[in-house]
Each structure stands twice: as C-alpha cells, then as structure tokens.
C-alpha cells in the first residue's frame, strides 16, 4: 500500500500574504517547495501527498495546482475559493474540472466565533460542492467543535475531513469537552479525520509520543481506522518536530493495529477519500 501525508503546505512568503506566521513561527519565514519535501519523503517512505491552502486566495489555489502539474509526487491539491462570494458557482465550475483538486478549505470565523460558519453565504457556497466529488477540510480550534457538528448536518451528502483534530489541548493536557466533542462529530459518516498537527499543539521543544496517546486513542475509538488518515502539517510541524520523527511517531502508533488496518491509515482513507490515482 502506498503511503500518503494528506497535509503539507508550499508557499511563497511574504509576510502580507501569511499574517498568521508571527514572531514565534521564525523557520516558517520563507519559502517552502517541492525540492524541499522530497527528500523527506523518500526517506520516510511517503509516494505522495496532497498538498493544502494556507492563506485563503484564490492566486495561491492556482499556484498549487501548477506545483501538482508538474510535481508527480503532488497527487492532489485542497484549495481556496471565494464560497461567500458571488462568483463562486462560475470559479468552482472552472476549477472542478482541473484533475488534481481535490477539496477545498475555507475560513470558518476565528477561534470564538461560533456563528460565522452558519452564515447564509457561507453556507450557500458549501452547497455548491454537491455533484463535485470534493471534498471540505474543516479548520477549527477546540471551541468550534462543539458547533460544527450542526454545520455539518446541513450539508448530510457532503464528505468533510477534519484537521488536525480540531486543534485540541495538548500542551495543558485537556481531554474535555475536546473528546466528548469529537466523539459527537465522528458520528456522522461523512466526516473523515487527519491524523496531523498534533506536535504543534504540545510544548515544542519537549513533547513526547505518550502525551499524544489519549488523542490519538480518542480518534481511533470515534473514527476507526476507515476515516483516519496521515497527515504531517509540513513546513508548519517542524517548529515541533523533523519531519522523519512525525511519520515514525504515527507509524509506531499504528503498529498495534492489524496490517489492513495501518494501511487504511497510512494511504488508504487518503486514496479513498481524496479519490488519488495509485501508482
């Protein structure tokens, strides 16, 4: 079974085009591309990825989508486009058809911004994605989790892929209302998982694999192994963690588990879900 990483990032910097990069996040400062990830792979044993949008513009969308084009190892891209806007419905069927998109992620309010994700734009241009075959990434933090479930009911034939496990606790060791939360999302069969950006959510310089375990169990128990799937949040995770120790982090984890089940999760939820060609 190939192994996939679902979630990396490329991007130009500039400072205007990443606000979210601060003063803490120096590393991030510059470019990140594919001549960087390769080598990475290969020695992680990784055949491909997919790469994911990191700013919210629809000139870093297009940019992907060229990187995919020429990059093999790029076997999709999960773009942005402008759902609240009304030239949604014209741009989407404009990029729908581009063989290497495969989902789209969008703004869904800031960390204590409960109501954003029901406004009626919002919701509108996440409708538009039925007859599609994409997918949509949910970015939320720990304070989000308790509404999206609500959000996602709306659109009940939608596939929906959480990231990073919404973010929890880790760093203050805080399971509730994190796990009960995800648990309640896990119920709907259309929501899938990523098994990423955890090391961020910990002490950086310190973390070790056992703080991780009961978040790890937690989205084994809600998810299983059919809606789980790797993910490394590289460049972002390397303020953590190189990106080898994350891929042998997981694939420890994962040793437990039977042959069939540690494929799903390794590469393929990913081939499924994200509907990525083998090789």
Same mark, same amino acid.
């Given at each position: 079974?190939?192994r996939?990483?679902?979630?990396?990032?490329?991007?130009?910097?500039?400072?205007?085009?990443?606000?979210?990069? #601060?003063?803490?996040?120096?590393?991030?400062?510059?470019?990140?591309?594919?001549?960087?990830?390769?080598?990475?792979?290969?020695?992680?044993?990784?055949?491909?990825?997919?790469?994911?949008?990191?700013?919210?513009?629809?000139?870093?969308?297009?940019?992907?989508l060229?990187?995919?084009?020429?990059?093999?190892?790029?076997?999709?891209?999960?773009?942005?486009?402008?759902?609240?806007?009304?030239?949604?419905?014209a741009?989407?069927e404009?990029?729908?058809?581009?063989p290497?998109?495969?989902?789209?992620?969008?703004?869904?309010?800031?960390? #204590?911004?409960?109501?954003?994700?029901?406004?009626?734009?919002?919701?509108?241009?996440?409708?538009?994605?039925?007859?599609?075959?994409?997918?949509?990434?949910?970015?939320?933090?720990?304070?989000?989790?308790?509404?999206?479930?609500?959000?996602? #009911?709306?659109?009940?034939?939608q596939?929906?892929?959480?990231d990073?496990?919404a973010?929890?606790y880790?760093?203050?060791?805080?399971?509730?209302?994190?796990?009960?939360?995800?648990?309640?999302?896990?119920?709907?069969?259309?929501?899938?998982?990523?098994?990423?950006?955890?090391?961020?959510?910990?002490?950086?310089?310190?973390?070790?694999?056992?703080?991780l375990?009961?978040?790890?169990e937690?989205?084994?128990?809600?998810?299983t192994?059919?809606?789980?799937?790797?993910?490394?949040?590289?460049?972002?995770?390397?303020?953590?963690?190189?990106?080898?120790?994350?891929?042998?982090?997981?694939?420890?984890? +994962?040793?437990?588990?039977?042959?069939?089940?540690?494929d799903?999760?390794?590469?393929?939820? +990913?081939?499924?879900?994200?509907?990525?060609?083998?090789?």
């Open positions: 079974m190939i996939i990483d679902t979630h990396q990032h490329f991007w130009t910097y500039k400072p205007e085009n990443y606000t979210w990069i #601060d003063s803490n996040m120096r590393p991030l400062q510059r470019d990140y591309g594919p001549v960087d990830l390769q080598p990475l792979l290969h020695q992680a044993n990784i055949g491909g990825t997919v790469a994911v949008e990191a700013r919210g513009h629809l000139e870093e969308t297009e940019q992907l060229a990187i995919a084009e020429r990059t093999e190892l790029v076997r999709g891209v999960v773009g942005w486009l402008p759902l609240t806007e009304p030239s949604a419905a741009l989407l404009r990029h729908a058809a581009h290497k998109l495969r989902g789209l992620r969008h703004w869904l309010g800031s960390s #204590d911004d409960l109501e954003y994700m029901f406004r009626p734009e919002l919701q509108r241009g996440v409708a538009l994605l039925s007859g599609t075959g994409l997918s949509f990434d949910l970015m939320l933090w720990p304070p989000q989790l308790g509404k999206v479930a609500a959000f996602v #009911d709306r659109h009940p034939k596939i929906f892929i959480l990073h496990f973010k929890p880790i760093r203050d060791g805080l399971l509730e209302p994190w796990r009960s939360q995800l648990r309640e999302l896990a119920r709907r069969p259309n929501v899938y998982c990523k098994v990423s950006g955890l090391a961020t959510e910990a002490d950086w310089q310190s973390w070790q694999p056992e703080q375990a009961p978040y790890l937690t989205a084994l128990e809600a998810f192994p059919q809606r789980l799937m790797f993910g490394s949040d590289w460049p972002v995770c390397t303020l953590a963690t190189s990106y080898m120790r994350w891929a042998e982090t997981i694939a420890s984890w +994962a040793g437990k588990l039977s042959n069939a089940e540690r799903r999760i390794l590469g393929g939820t +990913a081939l499924e879900v994200y509907r990525l060609s083998p090789p």
